[in-house]
């Protein structure tokens, strides 16, 4: 089993949510769903072989809503009022240890350790918070830093949900990573993240309107379209010329819209790798 969350509103002990599961084995197209629900308000989610489960604040539900979201896809659902509960001892319940190939290996510290069949291990808390390197965008992001050097660079986590990719930057030897989020949940996780390895180049620092001057050598935005394109003016002054950005948490149709935007600032396009209907996007300053 996969399971996510979003960190939209995420919270130790949230209040009653709606579970809604939906029947389909296709995996690309519950990729799509994930996105669809994720701007519609959902903030946790759980795939199975032949499920996806995904919850929602009970004040935020609507069936109206969920029906037209789905209705297109010919996807039925159910919904199941749950009451409030520990949703941090659900989620850490259900954290699976997970792999990129054998460079790196994200596990809980309840988990055995991994040994020597990877190159970096990150533990980690696995509280609800995004990027547990169980989403396709979070596992596509650590693919592309694998082939970057970081040794002594100036990097910056945009939107750092868990921390995990901060981290994995100052493992891979980056000089200084700050690591910023705007939800307090995240900035809690990432900062117990950053203990539990004992990184010490790490900064990580709540955000809200304020802006990071920079330079950085590395910037990594692993976040939505939307966020991406609202603040690519301020990335692109943020970064060195000649330094890299890595941008996900996108579909593949916000494929071009991005590649736009990337060209008004003279970013050039180095790849896109895509991982069940998510893409990530290197470019070079």
Not at 27 to 49: C, H, K, M, Q, V
Not at 111 to 133: A, C, L, N, R, W
Request: hydrophobic share 40%.
């Amino acid at each position: 089993m996969r399971a996510f969350c979003l960190p939209i509103r995420s919270r130790k002990n949230m209040n009653n949510h709606y579970q809604v599961t939906v029947t389909t084995e296709n995996t690309d197209l519950r990729e799509i769903i994930i996105a669809l629900l994720a701007d519609a308000g959902f903030d946790g989610f759980e795939e199975t072989e032949s499920e996806l489960k995904a919850y929602i604040p009970a004040e935020l539900y609507d069936a109206a809503i969920l029906e037209a979201l789905l209705q297109p896809h010919q996807l039925a659902f159910t919904a199941e009022l749950v009451e409030k509960q520990n949703w941090n001892a659900v989620w850490e319940s259900n954290f699976e240890p997970v792999t990129i190939n054998d460079f790196a290996g994200i596990r809980a510290h309840f988990h055995p350790p991994f040994g020597d069949t990877v190159q970096y291990e990150i533990v980690i808390t696995p509280k609800m918070s995004f990027g547990t390197g169980h989403h396709a965008t979070t596992h596509m992001v650590m693919q592309l830093m694998r082939d970057i050097d970081f040794s002594g660079k100036q990097v910056f986590d945009f939107g750092t949900g868990t921390g995990i990719l901060a981290i994995l930057a100052e493992k891979l030897g980056a000089g200084e990573v700050l690591a910023t989020d705007n939800d307090d949940w995240c900035i809690e996780n990432a900062t117990e993240n950053s203990m539990i390895n004992n990184c010490g180049r790490i900064t990580i620092k709540k955000v809200t309107d304020g802006k990071e001057s920079g330079p950085f050598d590395i910037i990594i935005a692993n976040i939505n379209k939307n966020i991406i394109l609202d603040n690519i003016a301020y990335l692109a002054a943020a970064v060195q010329p000649g330094g890299t950005v890595l941008l996900s948490g996108l579909l593949e149709q916000d494929e071009a819209d991005i590649l736009e935007a990337a060209g008004k600032h003279q970013w050039q396009h180095q790849i896109t790798i895509s991982r069940n209907g998510w893409i990530a996007c290197s470019f070079k300053a």
